[in-house]
């Protein structure tokens, strides 16, 4: 199994309160995506980062902001958390340019009330 | 834009039975990856098969295999003998891997099939 873990894996938050997750990995990949999960919709894409300190936006990046400054970490924060974003958060590696699979950790289940 | 659908909410198989799980995606790109990931109840989210679309021939890991036709933008997954472990939510996944407008290496993924292996 790749060496991705994710924390908290478990949060519950008022609305209006800025939450920061994070995703760590042991594999010095260079690429790491944060997607969520939700009934009926799949994976969607938060944000990427294709290397320390560049990042870009998903699919629906709206109400997030990451950040990479080591290659290790990437933290996906929620400035103010809502309820349509009560969900759960999933973070993935890829490496190289010819291996295209993305390996994702365990997941954080996000509850905002 | 690309899309996948998966069209089958829901699935059940006997055991030791074969299940072919339906995928169709769009795209005008020509050059991509398929996926298909499993997410059993533990909610980790495991690489099942990939599939390469300049590769004809179908890609096959063991019990699991696909049917790719590129044409029809179709690929599908088949499970033969399939074991109580396989109980799984099922997604298709597509991905370009190469784009001028910043959407390459992004996974776009269906709505997943909930596959349920009966004893």
């Known amino acids: 199994d790749a060496g991705i873990t994710q924390s908290p894996r478990h949060k519950v938050t008022e609305t209006g309160t800025p939450v920061t997750l994070r995703c760590h990995q042991t594999e010095n990949h260079r690429y790491m995506y944060w997607y969520r999960q939700d009934p009926g919709h799949g994976l969607r894409l938060i944000h990427y980062?294709?290397?320390?300190?560049?990042?870009d936006k998903g699919e629906v990046s709206d109400g997030y902001s990451v950040s990479r400054s080591k290659t290790e970490d990437f933290l996906l924060t929620l400035e103010s958390a809502t309820s349509s974003q009560t969900s759960v958060y999933f973070c993935a590696i890829s490496e190289s340019r010819s291996i295209y699979e993305q390996y994702f950790g365990p997941g954080t289940r996000l509850t905002v009330t | 834009a690309q899309t996948v659908t998966q069209s089958q909410p829901e699935m059940s198989v006997q055991e030791a039975e074969t299940v072919t799980l339906s995928c169709t995606y769009d795209?005008?790109?020509?050059?991509?990856?398929l996926f298909w990931y499993k997410q059993p109840p533990s909610r980790q989210m495991i690489l099942v098969i990939r599939q390469e679309a300049y590769k004809q021939q179908n890609a096959t890991e063991n019990r699991f295999s696909v049917n790719f036709q590129k044409a029809a933008k179709s690929f599908s997954l088949k499970i033969s003998d399939s074991q109580l472990g396989d109980t799984a939510m099922y997604f298709c996944a597509f991905m370009i891997p190469f784009s001028s407008s910043g959407s390459a290496r992004q996974l776009t993924f269906g709505s997943g099939t909930q596959l349920t292996v009966l004893p």
């Open positions: 980062s294709y290397g320390v300190k560049d990042t």
């Open positions: 795209t005008s790109e020509s050059n991509y990856y």
